[in-house]
């Protein structure tokens, strides 16, 4: 099991939602199409997402505990749907977990075994830790001369400098994986009712998803 590192939370962030926070880990990698591990690893859990199991999916405790998080930071699970109930949704609508690529493919299985949402940097484009803060007046989302204004007070994923997600939303523009990338920097969001380890197996599964380095 590989070895996370924790990331910071702002203490008025930590102080309004106890038990939230982030970790996240570096990965030596190459991105480029599904691999045929990686495509049989979509088609198995296809086969056993169906219809009856999505039905149940939001009883269950880590479903729920997002879509309880969800309600208190103002967002109806209904309408803005929790990651993992949209894959399940995805997958009933298109029939099954469809591979797009390396990365996006090693997400989707690391979400869809564990119910814990992952997301993907360019590592280079990270600047120092990665935290989670409310956004300032004046801020936009990554460093792009164009990239687009945040609203201040929305929680988002940082590094020591810029916010590089919105929380639950966005990536930053430029600041995704890219053919050229060669480091990639995988993160995961815990809310209260997530244990630390299944965290730490999500971001193992999508190592590993990824394959040989």
């Known amino acids: 099991m590989i070895e996370p590192t924790d990331g910071w939370v702002a203490t008025e962030v930590a102080e309004e939602f ?5 970790a996240w880990v570096v990965v030596e990698a190459v991105p480029g199409p599904g691999t045929r591990e990686s495509r049989e690893r ?4 296809s086969s056993r997402m169906r219809g009856d199991h999505a039905v149940a999916l939001r009883q269950l405790p880590i479903p729920r505990a997002y879509r309880e998080f969800f ?3 103002g967002l109806d699970p209904d309408t803005h749907r929790t990651p993992v109930e949209a894959a399940v949704l995805d997958r009933l609508l298109r029939g099954g977990f469809m ?3 390396l990365v996006d493919d090693a997400l989707t299985i690391a979400l869809v075994e564990t119910g814990v949402p992952l997301w993907a940097l360019d590592a280079s484009t990270v600047d120092g830790p990665l935290g989670i803060r409310l956004a300032v007046a004046g801020e936009t989302l990554g460093r ?3 990239a687009p204004p945040l609203v201040p007070d929305r929680l988002v994923v940082a590094d020591a400098t810029t916010p590089l997600a919105v929380l639950f939303g966005d990536l930053a523009p430029g600041h995704g994986v890219r ?5 990639i920097a995988f993160f ?3 809310v209260p009712g997530v244990p630390a380890v299944h965290v730490e197996e999500a971001l193992w599964e999508a190592t590993e998803a990824l394959g040989p380095g």
Not at 18 to 22: F, I, N, S, T, V
Not at 179 to 183: G, H, L, Q
């Open 188 to 190: 995961a969001v815990r």
């Open 71 to 73: 309600r208190q930071v």
């Open 179 to 183: 053919s050229a990338t060669r480091s």
């Open 18 to 22: 106890p038990g939230l926070d982030l």
């Open 144 to 146: 792009r001369p164009s």
């Open 42 to 45: 979509l088609q198995h859990l």
């Open 99 to 101: 591979s797009r690529n």
